[in-house]
């Protein structure tokens, strides 16, 4: 007779056939999954014994399996299973590009917002949404394990125009500061990122109570800012830093944006007609009398007359940048002034113009004026070349004798127009330079004959 023994599990009804099954296995239940070990059970046969005679029909042995309920047992129990993976698989799609691009492809991936690509990272770095917070990376985050390392993001589109070096550095120093306790920068000098030439610094600080030591790169291109942040712990970063640049190359701007250009820049004509100079950045305000029966706007520059700061002065203009680091925009703004004069031709205009400033500045010391120089300043505070092929220029520093502490960056052009020498001068205190000077080099590298 057939010998039959039931499934292990309770809940089934599906009954074996124990000779048809192997001596010893692992059986499955073809019912309800179940797996378990089965081993035959034998009884010793008497000696000299006759084998019982075998009353199964002769054939192929069947597997007698009873019924299946209606529900469609293990088929139905699959489907069920595929339908469920299927469905959570579109939902976890949808949740996570809720929050934007994700970079997780095995192939490039680009996002069209930011005009940015990205090739794939090599194990073991992984996505990581948690590397973004610190440094408010609103592209993307990555995490390495074994040691731990993070790299992270961030971008800013600054519409139709290109950010200005001082807005870049701000939005990386500012991000930085927010990140990280105890912080302390160091410049470094030369570097590129993307084929671009990057402003970039060296950083420790704390973060989750840990002290971490990272680099930190931004750029533009076509009107966006990009920020590339990596850092480890204070013990791991000599062990990774060296796959910094290699990953750094990974990211870089994409073609989106091939056709854009920047607004462009508003022309200040000379009221005698002779020259013209460009405020691209938009910072700069002229100075004018004030209106009669008009409010003056806080960003007026008032100049009853420019003949009031120099004899020979025909504009006079203003730029101010209110400093946003930790959010603080009560203190007061980095200024700089600039003012156009015409002098007699030269055959070296900007060494005349220097001149001439000098002898203006020795006009504000009482008595005998103490020695007064412009030293040429081979570095500039915010990174930015001289402009070439336009006006003589130069960049210059001016220590006072009498004061350590007072110190002024000056940008000097200088162009011939006609029988004269037109000169644009602008300065600014050097702790305020950094921010400031690069309105002060396209003002005065925008200086051109009409």
């Not at 046969?45 to 069947?62: C, F, K, N």
């Not at 610190?134 to 290109?162: C, T």
């Not at 533009?220 to 920020?227: A, E, N, R, V």
Request: with cysteine.
């Amino acid at each position: 007779m057939p010998n039959y023994f039931p499934c292990p599990n309770t809940q089934c009804t599906y009954q074996f056939d124990a000779d048809i099954l192997p001596p010893s296995a692992m059986v499955t239940c073809p019912l309800c999954r179940t797996r378990f070990p089965y081993r035959a059970q034998q009884s010793e046969m008497p000696a000299g014994a006759a084998p019982a005679a075998d009353l199964r029909p002769s054939g192929p042995p069947v597997l007698n399996i009873r019924e299946v309920p209606k529900g469609g047992g293990i088929v139905v129990t699959v489907l069920w299973v595929v339908g469920f993976c299927v469905v959570l698989g579109l939902v976890m799609a949808v949740v996570l590009n809720r929050g934007g691009t994700k970079f997780d492809n095995p192939t490039d991936a680009a996002d069209q917002t930011f005009n940015i690509k990205v090739q794939p990272f090599p194990q073991p770095w992984e996505s990581d949404a948690a590397a973004q917070k610190p440094v408010d990376g609103n592209v993307l985050g990555r995490k390495r394990s074994n040691p731990e390392a993070w790299i992270a993001i961030a971008a800013r589109d600054f519409k139709d125009r290109e950010p200005r070096t001082s807005e870049l550095e701000e939005m990386m120093r500012t991000r930085l500061k927010d990140a990280f306790g105890s912080l302390e920068i160091e410049p470094i000098e030369g570097e590129n990122w993307a084929g671009h030439s990057a402003t970039a610094v060296r950083f420790t600080g704390n973060l989750e109570e840990a002290q971490m030591r990272g680099e930190a790169y931004v750029i533009s291109h076509k009107g966006i800012g990009y920020i590339y942040f990596t850092w480890a712990a204070e013990g791991n970063w000599e062990a990774v830093k060296g796959e910094a640049p290699g990953l750094r190359e990974k990211i870089k701007p994409a073609g989106f944006r091939d056709n854009w250009t920047a607004k462009r820049a508003s022309v200040i004509p000379h009221d005698g007609g002779s020259f013209m100079l460009e405020d691209r950045d938009e910072a700069w305000s002229r100075g004018k009398p004030a209106e009669d029966g008009i409010k003056t706007k806080k960003t007026d520059y008032i100049v009853d007359d420019v003949k009031e700061f120099d004899p020979n002065a025909t504009m006079a203009f203003r730029a101010r940048y209110q400093r946003k680091e930790r959010g603080d925009n009560l203190r007061k703004p980095a200024e700089s002034l600039a003012l156009v004069f015409e002098l007699p031709a030269s055959n070296n205009p900007l060494e005349a113009a220097k001149a001439y400033i000098v002898e203006r500045i020795k006009k504000d010391y009482a008595g005998n004026a103490p020695d007064i120089k412009l030293e040429v300043m081979n570095r500039s505070t915010a990174g930015v070349p001289l402009p070439t092929g336009g006006p003589a220029i130069g960049r210059f520093l001016f220590q006072d004798p009498l004061s350590k502490a007072d110190r002024t960056v000056y940008v000097i052009s200088a162009l011939a127009v006609g029988n004269k020498t037109v000169v644009v001068e602008a300065h600014a205190e050097e702790k305020d330079a950094s921010y400031v000077e690069e309105w002060m080099v396209h003002l005065a590298g925008s200086l051109r004959a009409k």
